[in-house]
């Protein structure tokens, strides 16, 4: 065929095209009827170039779209399956997943999704559906590089970068969520969730000053978004502005009268300024519109234990299980749930860790007195606190969390619900001057080798806990801020063992013993604790370990303390031999320094007098 011959021939195929009853002409017409409405008129096209051309995959496709029009997916499924058996094109195939998606069949419809991509590396469509499915099958960490990919594709998209950032902010990668939180906000400026958003990210990245400007332009931008005033205040209350936070969380009231979050928070606010007759008001009127809210049982039930109210506060305390952000530790058995209401004589029980280290320690107290009602106790703890306690009294058996040893038992109490399980009131606190067990002989003398001559009082120290505590702002402190003790005659150690960047220059050049690397467990902290005369610590599982060992032990605590440290006392009826140390309302540490620093000064000359 010469080129004339073959002009000829497309110019006769593209008239045969044109003409109306063609099966392309009829195909187009079909999808003009679908986008305007009119799905009959689509059909009967349809089935017109069927009866010409069975395997059009256009049209096959057309009737799969009608299909899930008329939501009859599973007949879409089937006609679009038949078009990409005609020819697997990836516009097909987006369908088809769709469909599947539909009918949630959503691993069948990633499949389609990641074929249409692999087909059409280059195109948009094919990563956007593919990581709205990921995140429907809830795989963030996939669907996140989808929508990367995506957004590579398409820099202008929008939506891309906006689940780039949710995505990033789900991880709990906020630097990322940040960056992409503010890429969407170049990309459409003003957009109040977008800001919104931002700010919770720098929240949550401990960025709080700049977390306050972003939430303060967010309220610019809509003023009557009674969350964005909440958040207003949660921010100025993390900020130790609680003065200021109360009017925020009263306008969002206004404009959301029935939230209990906001009940929580002004009363969380209240709570650190002592106004706990207020505070305990609000959880009762959140109460009243939510009843059973395990967030505000959870709340209200600390601060009556701070009050001394236990009979409320261990009953509330239960409610831990069901509150939203705690890191429990939470079992799942068949067997009953023991709260001291039914004999245990003669059966086995199974206490559990349900919460941190000094919880642990602290409730472990009540281990022999479940033995003493005669149960057999096997206890799970924390792997680094098994060694320490398998020797507890009253214990049959002691296994790390860890342990993956199927257990026999015939009921269970986790460990922080024992003082509710023995009815504990302030007067009835099992307080023995030490009750967890004593170092042996030989690991004791190892640690007196190390320290050497005890030639003047040892004082342990520890100034910072948990990092990711949602308090550690308020419980640690700097190193440096000890220095006026340092100043002192005595030999100080550390017994602190995880250091911040901040401390490590400070503990270089304070002349602290720092002896931290052999302190490999409990077990070993314990000895060394037991070598020393002192221990001065702010509020961490070392303060539980060194109190409950019947070592003297003064803790440095906030204004607003944790709910065991009670109120208004520098003793504690749970440790005989503790003092505490209280900021004021003036919420620094340098004054408390200077008493702990005065009573340290008289026990050194008491103790050089004695040894003299």
Same mark, same amino acid.
Request: net charge negative; glycine share 6%; aromatic share 8%.
């Given at each position: 065929?010469?080129?004339?011959?073959?002009?000829?021939?497309?110019?006769?195929?593209?008239?045969?095209?044109?003409?109306?009853?063609?099966?392309?002409?009829?195909?187009?017409?079909?999808?003009?009827?679908?986008?305007?409405?009119?799905?009959?008129?689509?059909?009967?096209?349809?089935?017109?170039?069927?009866?010409?051309?069975?395997?059009?995959?256009?049209?096959?496709?057309?009737?799969?779209?009608?299909?899930?029009?008329?939501?009859?997916?599973?007949?879409?499924?089937?006609?679009?399956?038949?078009?990409?058996?005609?020819?697997?094109?990836?516009?097909?195939?987006?369908?088809?997943?769709?469909?599947?998606?539909?009918?949630?069949?959503?691993?069948?419809?990633?499949?389609?999704?990641?074929?249409?991509?692999?087909?059409?590396?280059?195109?948009?469509?094919?990563?956007?559906?593919?990581?709205?499915?990921?995140?429907?099958?809830?795989?963030?960490?996939?669907?996140?590089?989808?929508?990367?990919?995506?957004?590579?594709?398409?820099?202008?998209?929008?939506?891309?970068?906006?689940?780039?950032?949710?995505?990033?902010?789900?991880?709990?990668?906020?630097?990322?969520?940040?960056?992409?939180?503010?890429?969407?906000?170049?990309?459409?400026?003003?957009?109040?969730?977008?800001?919104?958003?931002?700010?919770?990210?720098?929240?949550?990245?401990?960025?709080?000053?700049?977390?306050?400007?972003?939430?303060?332009?967010?309220?610019?931008?809509?003023?009557?978004?009674?969350?964005?005033?909440?958040?207003?205040?949660?921010?100025?209350?993390?900020?130790?502005? #609680?003065?200021?936070?109360?009017?925020?969380?009263?306008?969002?009231?206004?404009?959301?009268?029935?939230?209990?979050?906001?009940?929580?928070?002004?009363?969380?606010?209240?709570?650190?300024?002592?106004?706990?007759?207020?505070?305990?008001?609000?959880?009762?009127?959140?109460?009243?519109?939510?009843?059973?809210?395990?967030?505000?049982?959870?709340?209200?039930?600390?601060?009556?234990?701070?009050?001394?109210?236990? #009979?409320?506060?261990?009953?509330?305390?239960?409610?831990?299980?069901?509150?939203?952000?705690?890191?429990?530790?939470?079992?799942?058995?068949?067997?009953?749930?023991?709260?001291?209401?039914?004999?245990?004589?003669?059966?086995?029980?199974?206490?559990?860790?349900?919460?941190?280290?000094?919880?642990?320690?602290?409730?472990?107290? !009540?281990?022999?007195?479940?033995?003493?009602?005669?149960?057999?106790?096997?206890?799970?703890?924390?792997?680094?606190?098994?060694?320490?306690?398998?020797?507890?009294?009253?214990?049959?058996?002691?296994?790390?969390?860890?342990?993956?040893?199927?257990?026999?038992?015939?009921?269970?109490?986790?460990?922080?619900?024992?003082?509710?399980?023995?009815?504990?009131?302030?007067?009835?606190?099992?307080?023995?001057?030490?009750?967890?067990?004593?170092?042996?002989?030989?690991?004791?003398?190892?640690?007196?080798?190390?320290?050497?001559?005890?030639?003047?009082?040892?004082?342990?120290?520890?100034?910072?806990?948990?990092?990711?505590?949602?308090?550690?702002?308020?419980?640690?402190?700097?190193?440096?801020?000890?220095?006026?003790?340092?100043?002192?005659?005595?030999?100080?150690?550390?017994?602190?063992?995880?250091?911040?960047?901040?401390?490590?220059?400070?503990?270089?050049?304070?002349?602290?013993?720092?002896?931290?690397?052999?302190?490999?467990?409990?077990?070993?902290?314990?000895?060394?604790?037991?070598?020393?005369?002192?221990?001065?610590?702010?509020?961490?599982?070392?303060?539980?370990?060194?109190?409950?060992?019947?070592?003297?032990?003064?803790?440095?605590?906030? !204004?607003?303390?944790?709910?065991?440290?009670?109120?208004?006392?520098?003793?504690?009826?749970?440790?005989?031999?503790?003092?505490?140390?209280?900021?004021?309302?003036?919420?620094?540490?340098?004054?408390?320094?200077?008493?702990?620093?005065?009573?340290?000064?008289?026990?050194?000359?008491?103790?050089?007098?004695?040894?003299?």
């Amino acid at each position: 065929m010469n080129r004339r011959e073959r002009r000829a021939a497309v110019q006769k195929s593209k008239a045969a095209a044109d003409r109306a009853d063609s099966p392309a002409t009829l195909h187009r017409t079909g999808m003009q009827h679908l986008q305007a409405g009119r799905h009959l008129d689509a059909q009967l096209c349809c089935q017109q170039v069927l009866a010409v051309d069975p395997n059009h995959a256009d049209t096959l496709h057309l009737m799969g779209l009608l299909s899930l029009q008329a939501e009859q997916h599973n007949l879409a499924v089937e006609w679009i399956a038949r078009a990409i058996r005609c020819d697997p094109q990836a516009q097909y195939l987006l369908s088809l997943g769709t469909a599947l998606q539909r009918q949630g069949r959503l691993e069948e419809a990633l499949k389609a999704f990641g074929k249409a991509a692999q087909l059409k590396p280059d195109a948009a469509g094919p990563w956007q559906h593919l990581g709205a499915a990921l995140v429907e099958l809830k795989r963030p960490g996939d669907a996140l590089l989808a929508f990367q990919q995506l957004l590579e594709l398409d820099p202008g998209n929008w939506d891309a970068a906006d689940k780039c950032a949710s995505l990033f902010l789900q991880l709990g990668r906020l630097e990322e969520a940040v960056g992409y939180f503010g890429l969407c906000d170049q990309m459409q400026p003003g957009r109040v969730a977008t800001v919104k958003m931002r700010a919770l990210a720098l929240f949550g990245q401990r960025r709080f000053e700049e977390s306050l400007a972003e939430t303060r332009r967010a309220h610019a931008l809509d003023p009557a978004d009674a969350d964005i005033c909440n958040n207003l205040g949660v921010v100025l209350r993390r900020l130790d502005r #609680e003065e200021e936070s109360l009017p925020w969380f009263d306008r969002a009231l206004e404009l959301r009268p029935n939230s209990p979050a906001v009940f929580t928070n002004k009363a969380f606010a209240l709570t650190q300024l002592h106004r706990f007759s207020e505070a305990l008001s609000l959880y009762d009127a959140s109460d009243a519109i939510d009843p059973g809210n395990p967030d505000v049982e959870w709340s209200r039930a600390l601060l009556h234990l701070l009050m001394g109210n236990f #009979e409320a506060g261990w009953a509330g305390r239960e409610a831990r299980w069901q509150a939203s952000g705690l890191s429990m530790t939470n079992f799942k058995f068949s067997e009953p749930l023991w709260l001291g209401k039914q004999s245990v004589a003669g059966k086995t029980i199974l206490i559990h860790v349900d919460e941190g280290f000094g919880d642990t320690i602290q409730f472990a107290r !009540y281990v022999p007195m479940v033995a003493a009602l005669g149960a057999r106790v096997i206890l799970i703890v924390s792997d680094a606190l098994q060694p320490l306690l398998s020797e507890l009294s009253g214990v049959s058996e002691c296994h790390p969390l860890s342990t993956d040893k199927l257990l026999a038992f015939d009921t269970y109490c986790p460990i922080s619900s024992l003082p509710l399980a023995f009815d504990t009131r302030l007067e009835t606190i099992p307080a023995a001057a030490s009750y967890l067990p004593m170092p042996t002989k030989s690991r004791l003398q190892a640690w007196e080798d190390r320290l050497g001559p005890h030639d003047r009082l040892r004082v342990g120290m520890v100034w910072s806990g948990n990092p990711k505590h949602k308090d550690d702002h308020n419980r640690s402190l700097a190193l440096r801020i000890l220095s006026p003790l340092l100043q002192l005659d005595a030999s100080f150690v550390s017994l602190q063992k995880e250091l911040r960047p901040g401390d490590m220059a400070t503990l270089r050049e304070s002349g602290i013993v720092d002896l931290t690397a052999g302190l490999t467990d409990f077990v070993e902290t314990a000895a060394l604790v037991c070598c020393l005369d002192l221990v001065i610590t702010v509020d961490t599982s070392v303060a539980h370990l060194a109190a409950a060992l019947g070592r003297p032990t003064w803790i440095l605590l906030p !204004y607003k303390p944790d709910y065991r440290w009670l109120l208004d006392r520098d003793d504690s009826p749970w440790y005989p031999t503790v003092r505490l140390f209280r900021q004021t309302m003036t919420r620094e540490y340098a004054s408390v320094v200077e008493r702990v620093r005065a009573e340290l000064s008289a026990r050194i000359a008491a103790w050089s007098e004695r040894t003299g």
